[in-house]
């Protein structure tokens, strides 16, 4: 089974704070994908990772970046964080035709 | 624009009740339709998928129907249970390349 992890799974911060996600994947894909969860909006596509060092944006990528330095592992990272970015954070990777999903990352920045 | 729409936004039926979910989409190059099922500290987990090429894909209760000509589908969920109570999001993609979610429906089954 593909297994996609994330950590945190619960995070507080403060307006202004950096703030670091971490995903983790255990089949090598070279592609993986960064979603943000907020109610009525469903999923919002962030980023793409193609492989390492090789990202895309997604839909909304403003006020993010994402470092991928090794194939298992994609970091989103947030400069200075915002209230607005208060959300639930998934990363994903890919299957035959459909993507799997972390455990996400609830983040409150107050 | 919301390219992939969902309806209702929320819905509660007794349990062993037929639960419908409806889905729409704009862009005419979507070909592939995943439907997931998330519970509340969950992440989505694909629940059944359907291509533009089938008009309808079964597994056990939950049923895809699929109108290519009005770009709309709808997934049926038979004689529903409690543990069906999620939220259920509908996508669409191109040939599996980035996924357009819908805004998802709250499905609550009263036993």
């Known amino acids: 089974d593909m297994k996609v992890t994330q950590m945190p799974r619960y995070l507080i911060k403060r307006m202004g704070e950096n703030v670091l996600l971490e995903c983790g994947q255990d089949?090598?894909?070279?592609?993986m994908y960064w979603y943000r969860q907020d109610p009525g909006l469903g999923l919002q596509l962030i980023y793409i990772?193609?492989?390492?060092?090789?990202?895309s944006e997604g839909d909304i990528p403003k006020g993010y970046r994402v470092s991928r330095k090794k194939r298992e592992h994609f970091s989103l990272i947030l400069d200075s964080a915002k209230t607005n970015q208060t959300s639930v954070y998934f990363c994903?990777?890919?299957?035959?035709?459909?993507?799997?999903f972390g455990p996400g990352t609830r983040l409150t920045v107050l | 624009q919301q390219q992939v729409r969902q309806s209702p936004q929320s819905l509660t039926v007794w349990e062993g009740e037929t639960a419908i979910l409806n889905c729409s989409y704009e862009?005419?190059?979507?070909?592939?339709f995943p439907w997931y099922q998330q519970f509340p500290g969950e992440g989505p987990a694909l629940l059944i998928s359907?291509?533009?090429?089938?008009d309808k894909k079964e597994d056990g209760r939950f049923t895809i129907f699929f109108n290519k000509r009005e770009k709309k589908l709808s997934l049926h969920i038979t004689d529903s249970q409690p543990g069906d109570s999620a939220t259920y999001f509908c996508?669409?993609?191109?040939?599996?390349?980035?996924?357009?979610f819908g805004t998802g429906t709250s499905l609550l089954v009263d036993p």
């Open positions: 994903a990777i890919p299957g035959h035709a459909e993507q799997f």
């Open positions: 089949m090598s894909h070279e592609t």
């Open positions: 990772s193609y492989d390492v060092d090789s990202n």
């Open positions: 862009d005419s190059t979507f070909n592939y």
């Open positions: 359907i291509s533009s090429v089938s």
């Open positions: 996508a669409a993609s191109y040939m599996g390349y980035k996924l357009t």
